[in-house]
């Protein structure tokens, strides 16, 4: 990152707030013909191949007018790290800026987006120990006991999130270090030169947004497209199948929920995921927030493409 001739630019904001949309806007009125804008999704689940419509990635006809990066480098049924995702950011952020281009990251995961910019350092896994872990099925006895070997990182970690609970009590028991001993962590908000744009809706605005764009990927096919990823050979990695509306619709494909439950419920987990997103956002001075009313768009493409200059 520090190696760049350009520093990228960043827009940030939780699902549903338009992110997307400005990129591309700002990427296609912004590129010459001597230096294009290249957008890198900083997302967890657009990594994963076939999970198209559901994860809101970028469309084929998107992909072919403006260059994109960090999307679908691994199949629906393989992990990924955070470390693997810093490495293929890297990579493509040293090509853009062979290629005299500048780098647009649109982030909605947190975690991956400090990775990148802040050049977080990160602990090896220890996968023997997680599985063990995993074998817990009480978060709160996971918590307690990550508490007890690491209380600096239980205080920086929100007792619901088993993913991160169990991270952290792996890698404190597997590398017999704290897990807050790595580094800074993602409490530090180092100046790094980089401008980063958030994009901010009221919280009932930003409600509808979300129920209007999952009532648009029914309407696109997602139940189908979840129906040909559940029948595939390998099936969904861990991972892949707790992202949102996956989760749900593999419930109601299972005949646990029906449809009218499975969309109701990946409304109120989006809604919720999305207020996550702003809280881990909202953590970062550095980020310069963009009140918008009515046309992402409009409104802020003109503040992004003055920074992408």
Not at 1 to 24: D, F, H, Q, W
Not at 96 to 101: L, P
Request: aromatic residues 6%; glycine residues 6%; hydrophobic residues 40%.
């Amino acid at each position: 990152m520090n190696n760049l001739s350009r520093k990228p630019v960043v827009i940030v904001g939780p699902t549903a707030s338009g992110k997307s949309s400005v990129a591309m806007a700002v990427a296609q009125a912004e590129s010459t013909t001597t230096s294009q804008v290249h957008i890198v999704a900083v997302d967890a689940m657009q990594v994963y191949r076939d999970m198209n419509i559901g994860t809101a990635k970028p469309t084929k006809q998107d992909q072919a007018l403006v260059p994109h990066h960090c999307i679908d480098l691994v199949d629906s049924h393989d992990r990924f790290t955070v470390a693997e995702f810093k490495k293929s950011a890297s990579v493509s952020l040293d090509e853009i800026d062979k290629q005299n281009g500048r780098a647009l990251l649109v982030a909605g995961t947190g975690l991956y987006l400090t990775a990148v910019i802040d050049e977080l350092v990160l602990p090896g896994e220890f996968l023997d120990i997680r599985a063990t872990l995993e074998e817990e099925p009480d978060t709160t006895k996971l918590f307690a006991r990550l508490a007890e070997l690491d209380s600096v990182a239980a205080e920086k970690i929100e007792q619901s999130n088993r993913r991160r609970i169990v991270r952290a009590l792996e890698v404190c028991i597997g590398s017999g270090r704290p897990f807050s001993s790595f580094g800074p962590g993602t409490n530090a908000y180092p100046e790094n030169g980089i401008v980063q744009i958030g994009l901010r809706w009221s919280r009932e605005r930003l409600a509808q947004r979300v129920a209007d764009r999952v009532y648009a990927m029914i309407e696109e096919g997602f139940v189908d497209e979840v129906a040909e990823l559940r029948e595939s050979k390998h099936g969904l990695s861990r991972t892949a199948a707790q992202a949102l509306g996956y989760k749900e619709l593999l419930l109601h494909l299972d005949g646990k929920l029906s449809l009218d439950q499975a969309i109701a419920d990946t409304i109120t987990h989006t809604r919720q995921f999305a207020v996550r997103q702003e809280r881990w956002f909202r953590r970062d001075p550095r980020i310069k927030w963009v009140s918008i009313s009515e046309d992402p768009v409009g409104e802020i493409v003109p503040i992004i493409a003055k920074h992408l200059r």
